[in-house]
Structures are given as C-alpha cells and as structure tokens.
C-alpha cells in the first residue's frame, strides 16, 4: 500500500466516525427532549 491510498483510507474511516458521532449526539438529544416532554405531560 501506498501512502497515499493509505491516508485515503484513514480519511474515509474518519469521515466515518465523525458521521456516527454526529449521528449518536442528535440521538441523545432527542431521547432528552423525549424525556422532558414526558414529564410535562404527567
């Protein structure tokens, strides 16, 4: 492997993991806007 193809590859997973972190933050977020909401309802 090339240097090249190798920080390609590093820059995918990184992309990757940004994405997912992104995605479990909005996930997080939600669930404790679920949770306020629940108990303003009760």
Same mark, same amino acid.
Request: aromatic residues 8%; charged residues 30%; contains cysteine.
């Given at each position: 492997? !090339?240097?090249? %193809?190798?920080?390609?590859? *590093?820059?995918? +997973? =990184? +992309?990757? =993991?940004?994405?997912?972190?992104?995605? =479990? $933050?909005? $996930?997080? &977020? %939600?669930?404790?806007? $679920? *949770?306020? +909401?629940?108990? &303003? !309802?009760?």
């Amino acid at each position: 492997m !090339s240097g090249k %193809q190798v920080t390609k590859k *590093m820059r995918k +997973n =990184n +992309n990757r =993991n940004i994405i997912s972190a992104k995605y =479990n $933050l909005n $996930l997080k &977020k %939600q669930g404790f806007f $679920l *949770m306020k +909401n629940c108990e &303003k !309802s009760k």
